[in-house]
């Protein structure tokens, strides 16, 4: 059960609005804040029956919270702890993040905010954006990533503990790992696909757009992350470039691999990458509900 009494959540979107009802729904008696950038952000909230105190002020927002968790663009983080910064904040706050890049955001936010802030990354999410498409659920059965960095050291493993605690109290099991390796190995199963997903969208319609007539389940289930949000799939591929560079060259090879295969023809090759493929696919858990 989490000890947690005031959270402040910064970004009322499908990760922050999903938190406030699940906080909401399995954490009675919690007081919650909601931070956004805009007044009219306000009604959305309400309009999800999310029974929390608004603010547009980043600083008032964080006075007193036990809690603070960042949902906004990466890129937007440390302009936001900056904010937080200048807040009373109480001796016991822990900051964390839902970020999809760790190994920059621990950098810029921890000369910011010390070692309360230890980041976050919950492995869930959807295609889709805003306040609308969140659900209590969403966190159920996924995998948090907690990214502890050079700045936590044993002495805080009360805010470790902390912070695992309330993950498992919205359902989630959670790992933990370095930012760098956070940063790797997201690269490889979120970040690659994302990318993969873009360009098959781009090599089968763009050239044809008329060929979508046709598209069945296999097309739709490939490049369903495609339809993301640009702009924010934008920051998250430019603060990760360095893995996700690592991780399309390796793509590179292995298609150049296939170009081969096929160039010859040779079938009991080809046989043979798919069935390592198919091999590989079958050790992926099934999709959380």
């Known amino acids: 059960m989490s ?24 954490m009675p008696g919690i007081a919650l804040r909601l931070w956004a950038r805009r007044d009219t952000a306000e009604a959305g909230i ?46 016991d706050c822990l900051i964390t993040d839902v970020g999809s890049v760790k190994g920059s955001v621990v950098r810029a936010l921890e000369p910011i905010l010390g070692s309360r802030f230890i980041g976050s990354h919950p492995m869930a999410g ?10 209590s659920c969403l966190f ?21 503990l902390r912070l ?8 989630c099991n959670v790992l933990e790992m370095s930012p760098e390796e956070h940063d790797e190995k997201v690269a490889r199963i ?5 990318m993969m997903a873009a360009i098959t969208t781009l090599a089968a319609l763009r050239t044809d757009p008329a060929a979508v007539a046709c598209v069945a ?4 289930d490939t490049t369903r992350v495609a339809g993301g949000d640009p702009g924010l799939w934008t920051g998250i591929a430019l603060e990760n470039r360095q893995a996700l560079l690592v991780q399309l060259q ?3 090879t292995t298609l150049t691999e296939l170009l081969e295969i096929l160039g010859k023809p040779d079938e009991e090759e080809l046989r043979r990458f798919l069935a390592e493929a198919q091999s590989l696919r079958r050790t992926v858990p099934a999709a959380v509900s």
């Open 3 to 26: 000890s947690e009494t005031t959270i402040a959540i910064y970004g009322p979107g499908l990760l922050g609005g999903s938190l406030a009802l699940a906080i909401q729904e399995r």
């Open 46 to 91: 309400r309009d999800r029956g999310i029974q929390a105190e608004f603010f547009t002020d980043a600083t008032a927002a964080a006075q007193g919270a036990s809690l603070i968790i960042l949902c906004t663009p990466v890129e937007t983080m440390p302009a936001q702890a900056a904010q937080i910064a200048k807040a009373d904040l109480s001796a």
């Open 126 to 135: 959807s295609e889709k954006a805003g306040i609308e498409t969140a659900r």
């Open 140 to 160: 159920q059965n996924a995998t948090c990533l907690i990214t502890p960095g050079a700045r936590t050291p044993p002495s805080t493993s009360k805010l470790l």
């Open 164 to 171: 695992r605690t309330f993950w498992q109290a919205l359902g």
């Open 190 to 194: 979120s970040h690659l696909p994302h």
């Open 217 to 220: 389940n296999g097309f739709r």
């Open 250 to 252: 390796t793509a590179s």
